[in-house]
């Protein structure tokens, strides 16, 4: 059986991410999602488990966004 086309628009339109898009959302391992995003965040029931909703998650990023001075 051949391999489903990926849906990028649908992915753009999603506001619920599992565990691993979430990760993969937010640049991090398992181990640093736990520890700098998971707290902060809604875990919602889906499904098999839990999601995570994208507005949320963009929140908790910008919190954690550090700017430094142009030199």
Same mark, same amino acid.
């Given at each position: 059986m051949a391999r489903r086309k @990926?849906? #990028?628009? %649908? &992915? $753009?339109? !999603? /506001? =619920? &991410?599992?565990? %691993? !898009?979430? $990760?993969? #959302?937010? &640049? *991090?391992? /398992? /181990?640093? =999602?736990? /520890?700098?995003? *998971?707290?902060? @965040?809604?875990i919602?029931?889906?499904g098999h488990g839990g999601c995570y909703f994208l507005p949320e998650l963009r929140k908790r990023m910008l919190d954690l966004v550090e700017i430094s001075p142009i030199y």
């Open positions: @990926v849906d #990028y628009d %649908g &992915l $753009m339109n !999603q /506001e =619920f &991410l599992t565990k %691993g !898009q979430a $990760m993969a #959302y937010t &640049l *991090r391992s /398992e /181990e640093k =999602f736990n /520890e700098e995003i *998971r707290p902060y @965040v809604h919602y029931r889906a």
